[in-house]
């Protein structure tokens, strides 16, 4: 296949790969943060909250290392230069998934009050940093990164310093995500349990919701303001479905909520919605997978990152015979594992 | 301060403690599946026991593998962006296709096996903590292969500055990477048997549930039996395929600095490196070394002399850790003969058991030093031969990045790894009877 072919294809995927984790660990993360709310009265509701994340929360953060395996994989250099150009905040991700997984998972191994506090405050405060971490580098990804490519370092070399990522708009995509997680989480957990447990998280989603909308639409505005984001969607306008569906999504996962009481419905449009919104923002960045704002020719694209033909078809062949497979048994592990769960 | 040093300190850090929880994921999972398998087949509770305990130590163990693992795949790219960019085409597909093909396996059904007891039919319970022991040596061979490619670089052209696939299938055989997926995996099995015989003693000793632990004893006995065999046939291949292939590792291993044909074996060395040579070398077995390296005991065997001193791996640390690794596989070996020879009487040993408790501990040791002999022995290069480790890291990180996050880095895994290893002894100590909270 032409290698161009193959390096659209790729950054679909991998724009598809972020969108699923996001829709999946979006949902464990947002959970995770709840645990101070609606976990404050019991334990037994803190308990509750992990065992319906507790056998999902691993597969679904396995969609993240498979991302950033494919952005080694297919596009290596942009795999390097992101990597090392946001080296302090991804190594504080690093920290927080590494804190989260042992927190989460070994909570339930000692019955002792004050190790399931620790346990409860390290799984909420790594949780909630690594949201906020992939809200502001993903928005910075929108904003573009200040690259230049210098041919004494051989390397795309990050121009300033870190307080550079921390731009308002993508402050406010760290706000987005989190907001976006706690709905997404609440709605989760929502449909995942019964009685007062039940009734709280659903409370808590639609007090959340408007919440989310409200910065959701400041964010979509300020995009336009601050992020080249759009000007795929106004080359060619029909790619406007796509974040016209994230709209009509976020807004039917509302009105499912509000309106119709129903919960799992809402869930599902807020995992349309999330998808979408992902796709929105990577198709918008095509063809670079990271925009440089200092320099076009510095902007890491699908020519310049891509790896050659003969890696990118053998990962598809692979990519084709193993991911259908692992979402037919994720998909029968959920529904084995995901019955509704009522607090003790 | 180079901030490669310190990139290369943290990486050191970061795999040294994956590896003190992957051989026992990869180990303990195929025995817990063997415990269930039988449980499945013969329908007595006991074996199911047997597969709840152990699992459980093994799910404490596994949460702390995956995520020093997720460790790893950060670092290639934040630490090591050069190697990265270079490698890419190769090494970044491989780790993908690890992901893609193991990890959502592992991840998935470990769920399954953990939370799905009496949920699910009893054979499909068994068939999850198999797929799940599959799908970790599997893994394990994907990375291997890997950093088989670090070492015996195969099947690439440098094409643009860069390494390119020119066959994959090339890729997928090397020598190194197999004959290192051997060594490791039947290590993985010689260090899984090793703590399950250690737990039992403790039991043993304390006298409670003597004929549950001995049925695991006598299990364990004969795994440890077949696989410090293997591994010790494994160890010496891998010694081979390095003498063809890493000519500088083979010489620091061995501390030999003349080359000459019939290269002899000194039983007693002492490295002298600042005079480029051995301070003592006593007792040759005459060709000895060429015979352990190439079958041949006329065969010639390149000193460290031949090698330019840039192109040379430190020689201590390299040729002591081997020489240690060699020595505590000797032991491990002698241990599982008499175990396995012993194992009807065990329990009535007494004090004697407290050798067990000893013994978990010593293969981790060697496991570690067999990293550092490999990894260390492979410097001054990243890619042996082909790419100098100085040159493979990121030129936008500076030293002080590296020295914050490896501080925080230390601290963070040695919390987790204390009260991950805590939660196992105190696991194992309380015994099948714990009957503590499990949210399954």
Known sequence: MDHYVLSVIWFVLWGVLWGVYFVLDGYDLGIAMWLPLIGASSESDRSAMYRVTGPFWDGNEVWLITAGGVTFAAFPLAYAVLFSSLYTPLMILLFCLILRGVSTELRSQWNCRGFKMVCDGLTFVSSLVAVILLGVAFSNLFRGLPLLNDPSQNFFMFQGNILNLLHPYCLLGGILFVLMFLVHGALYLTWRTEGDLHNKAFYMAKATWPVFLLVFLVYVVLTFAWAGLYKNYFASPLLLALPLLCAVLFLLSGYQMYLKNNAGKSLLASCGGILTLTLTGVLGMFPNLIPSRLDVNSSLNIINSSSTPKTLTIMLVVALIFVPTVICYQIWAHKKLAWVIKAD | ?440
């Open chain 2, 1 to 440: 301060m180079d901030p490669v040093i310190l990139s290369r300190l943290q990486f050191a850090l970061a795999t040294a403690v994956h590896f003190f929880f992957v051989p026992l994921t990869i180990g303990l999972s195929f025995f817990t599946a063997w415990m269930e398998t039988k449980y499945v087949r013969t329908g007595d509770e006991v074996y199911k026991q047997q597969a709840k305990f152990w699992g459980r130590i093994f799910l404490i163990n596994f949460v702390l593998g995956v995520v020093t693992g997720i460790a790893l795949e950060f670092q290639f790219g934040t630490n090591w962006a050069n190697y990265s960019k270079y490698v890419g085409d190769i090494f970044g597909s491989l780790l993908a296709i690890e992901a893609t093909v193991s990890f959502f396996l592992e991840s998935t059904f470990i769920a399954v096996w953990a939370f799905g007891w009496e949920k699910i039919p009893k054979k499909l319970h068994c068939v999850s903590i198999w797929l799940v022991a599959v799908a970790s040596t599997i893994s394990a061979l994907w990375i291997l292969l890997a950093n088989g490619f670090m070492q015996n670089p195969v099947g690439y052209v440098e094409k643009d500055g860069v390494a390119t696939l020119a066959s994959f299938t090339e890729v997928l055989t090397n020598t190194y990477g197999w004959h290192m997926y051997l060594h490791t995996v039947c290590g993985a099995f010689v260090l899984a048997s090793f703590l399950v015989m250690g737990v039992c003693a403790w039991h043993f000793f304390v006298g409670k549930n003597v004929d549950f632990f001995h049925r695991a004893f006598k299990t364990a006995a004969g795994f440890a039996l077949i696989f410090t065999i293997c591994s010790a046939l494994a160890g010496h291949q891998l010694g081979q395929v390095t003498a063809r292939t890493q000519p500088s590792k083979f010489a620091a291993m061995e501390s030999v600095w003349e080359t000459e044909p019939s290269t002899p074996m000194y039983l007693l060395t002492i490295p002298n490196v600042t005079e480029d040579g051995n301070l003592v070398q006593a007792l040759p077995v005459p060709g000895g070394l060429s015979f352990l390296a190439t079958n041949s005991f006329d065969n010639t065997i390149t000193g460290l002399n031949d090698i330019k001193p840039a192109d040379r791996p430190p020689v201590w640390p390299v040729f002591f850790s081997f020489r240690v690794m060699v020595g505590l596989g000797c032991i491990l070996l002698a241990a599982a003969v008499i175990s396995f020879i012993i194992k009807g009487f065990v329990p009535s040993l007494g004090w004697g058991l407290w050798i067990y408790i000893l013994l978990i501990p010593v293969p981790y040791l060697a496991a570690e030093l067999g990293w550092i002999v490999t990894e260390i022995g492979r410097q001054p290069w990243v890619v042996y031969g082909v790419m100098r480790t100085a040159e493979a890291g990121s030129p936008p990180v500076d030293w002080y990045q590296v020295a914050g996050t490896l501080g925080a880095m230390a601290v963070i895994y040695a919390i987790i790894s204390i009260t991950g290893f805590i939660l196992m002894i105190r696991a194992a100590v309380l015994g099948p009877d714990n009957k503590a909270e499990h949210y399954a």
